[in-house]
T-cell receptor, first 114, second 111 residues
């Protein structure tokens, strides 16, 4: 597709369950970001994949959070043993080259942990 | 770590008024981006600034890259109801040059 695609758009899960969120970046974009946005809050950086380099995981809030990017394209953000405080919108963005250019966002996945 | 201080936190204005918001930092950045996020949507890029002192317009929007490279402002002229949303500034920083954002400015426009 022409834009960044995220799935599912909404996810309701029970506390303690694992969830996987998917991001399809724009074709040819080598950089991919994950952010978390709690209700009424800003964009909290989680993880950044930059080409073939090791990802910058400095924003992951706990070891329950992990992400992969397979084949330099699709990325999956996994949250294990979900907690209610994990409820938020998870946004993915991609950009064409490693740094310094515009990043384009998907519409996000709204995660609700009950 | 690097922080972007964005202000004001929120603005409630009448249609037709001009709006100004800004971002400041203690660190130097080489690229400033301004995004708008509408309810239920992902942020959308409005303006990208690449050169210190640069002034760029996009319709009723004007943004400037501060000469010190530590700040940027965004102006919206003659606001309309569809300007409602959260506006974020963004920069590339840190050891890996990741994209980080300010805390956002919530804009509400009353017809």
């Amino acid at each position: 597709g022409a834009g960044v695609s995220q799935s599912p758009s909404n996810k309701v899960t029970e506390k303690g369950k694992d969830v996987e969120l998917r991001c399809d970046p724009i074709s040819g974009h080598t950089a991919l970001y994950w952010y978390r946005q709690s209700l009424g809050q800003g964009l909290e950086f989680l993880i950044y994949f930059q080409g073939n380099s090791a990802p910058d995981k400095s924003g992951l809030p706990s070891d329950r959070f992990s992400a992969e990017r397979t084949g330099g394209s699709v990325s999956t953000l996994t949250i294990q043993r979900t907690q209610q405080e994990d409820s938020a919108v998870y946004l993915c963005a991609s950009s064409r080259i490693l740094t310094g250019t515009e990043a384009f966002f998907g519409q996000g996945t709204r995660l609700t942990v009950v | 770590g690097q922080q972007l201080n964005q202000s004001p936190q929120s603005m409630f204005i009448q249609e037709g008024e001009d709006v100004s918001m800004n971002c400041t930092s203690s660190s130097i950045f080489n690229t400033w981006l301004w995004y708008k996020q509408e309810p239920g949507e992902g942020p959308v890029l409005l303006i990208a600034l690449y050169k210190a002192g640069e002034l760029t317009s996009n319709g009723r929007l004007t943004a400037q890259f501060g000469i010190t490279r530590k700040d940027s402002f965004l102006n919206i002229s003659a606001s309309i109801p569809s300007d409602v949303g959260i506006y974020f500034c963004g920069v590339y920083g840190g050891a890996t040059n990741k994209l980080i954002f300010g805390t956002g400015t919530l804009l509400a426009v009353q017809p």
